[in-house]
C-alpha cells in the first residue's frame, strides 16, 4: 500500500492548496483561478469545481481567509507555521479517535475492553501526534510557485 492512500483526494487538494498559498509574500492573495492554474502543472486532470469545494471548506474551517471583492482571493487563515498536517486531517478527513473503526456494527459492543482497540487506537494517536509535528511552512518551503508563462496571442502588440 502506498502512503498517500492513507489519504483522500480532498486532503491532498487542501494539502497543495494551503502550501501554495503559504508561498505567496504577506498580504498578497491567491486567486482560485490561479490556484486551479498551478494545480493543473502537478496534475492535469486536476477538477477546478472540486477544488473550489475544498477551498471553500479550508475557509469555513479557517485553515484559509476568503477576501471579497474585485481584487480578492484567499490568504491563509494563520500563520503557515501553525497549520499543521493534522489541523488540515482533522478538518477534511474528520477524525473521530473515540470511535472503534475496527467494530462490525456502528457501536462496539466491548469498546474500552478490547486490547486490539487500545492497540490500534494507540497507533493511531501516534501517527496523528506524527501529523502535528509537521507544518504548512515546512512543506511549502520547496514549492516552485510558478505558473506556465501565458501564450502571445496575434493580436496582442509587440513590446
Not at 492535469?44 to 480578492?72: C, E, K, M, W
Request: aromatic share 6%; proline share 4%.
Amino acid at each position: 500500500m502506498a502512503s498517500g492512500q492513507f489519504f483522500s483526494q480532498r486532503f491532498s487538494y487542501g494539502l497543495h492548496a494551503l502550501a501554495y498559498v503559504a508561498t505567496k509574500p504577506a498580504g498578497e492573495l491567491t486567486t482560485l483561478p490561479e490556484l486551479a492554474e498551478w494545480l493543473l502543472t502537478i496534475w492535469p486532470s486536476a477538477s477546478d469545481t472540486y477544488l473550489s469545494n475544498v477551498v471553500q471548506r479550508l475557509a469555513r474551517g479557517r485553515l484559509l481567509r476568503s477576501h471579497r471583492g474585485i481584487s480578492g482571493g484567499y490568504s491563509l487563515g494563520r500563520s503557515a507555521e501553525k497549520i499543521t498536517v493534522r489541523d488540515i486531517v482533522e478538518l477534511l478527513e474528520g477524525i473521530e479517535t473515540a470511535h472503534c473503526g475496527l467494530s462490525l456494527d456502528d457501536e462496539c459492543p466491548v469498546m474500552g475492553r478490547c486490547t486490539i482497540q487500545r492497540k490500534m487506537a494507540k497507533l493511531e494517536e501516534g501517527f496523528l501526534q506524527s501529523l502535528a509535528q509537521l507544518t504548512i511552512a515546512e512543506l511549502s518551503k520547496d514549492i516552485r510557485a510558478t505558473l506556465p508563462k501565458k501564450k502571445k496571442t496575434e493580436d496582442a502588440p509587440q513590446q
